[in-house]
């Protein structure tokens, strides 16, 4: 095979690599996000009463993040929908806030200095820090962090941790199906 020829091969293949990757990575964020609800879900739901009426007090519009971006969205296009348009569109923007990232971790986590569910639990960890932490209060999509309780803080941890653990493991999952 001429240099040229593997050269563009080499190319080919390592862009495969990275397409196959991030597929990974967005099926993978697929699964985190569902874990993520399960989990957040059932402690929001097990935490106190009067840490969830703060919690909704304080949420811009009293909604969790990708619903206060869908009604801004649907603000800008003077857009009226229902409430359970709202709500699905809400789910649908969730889930690419969930999905987006993965992606990315899909193509670079191998060049993470840890594996397997401690990376996994690393990437929930940041994940929660720069998104529920810094964005949604940088973009006014969330409150500021001081004005939630701690439980919501504690909770969006647990559960981006969860999120992290449940990617890192599907994805895991995916290789080995990948290498039969």
Do not use: C
């Not at 981006?160 to 890192?168: K, N, P, S």
Request: no cysteine; proline share 6%.
């Amino acid at each position: 095979m001429a240099k040229g020829q593997a050269r563009d091969r080499a190319r080919s293949d390592e862009s495969q690599g990275g397409l196959t990757a991030a597929l990974v990575g967005a099926a993978a964020g697929v699964v985190g996000t569902m874990v993520l609800d399960a989990v957040d879900w059932f402690l929001w739901d097990h935490e106190d009463p009067a840490a969830r009426q703060r919690t909704t007090a304080v949420r811009p519009r009293g909604e969790p993040p990708a619903d206060v971006l869908v009604g801004r969205v649907e603000d800008a296009l003077g857009a009226e929908v229902s409430p359970e348009t709202h709500g699905r569109l809400g789910v649908a923007t969730h889930y690419a806030i969930g999905i987006g990232p993965a992606v990315l971790y899909g193509l670079f986590r191998d060049r993470l200095p840890v594996d397997g569910v401690p990376r996994g639990a690393l990437y929930g960890a940041a994940l929660w820090l720069m998104q529920d932490e810094v964005l949604n209060t940088v973009t006014g999509l969330g409150a500021k962090p001081q004005d939630y309780p701690w439980q919501a803080h504690a909770r969006g941890l647990v559960a981006h941790v969860a999120y992290g653990i449940a990617t890192e493991l599907a994805m895991e999952a995916a290789e080995r199906i990948r290498r039969r």
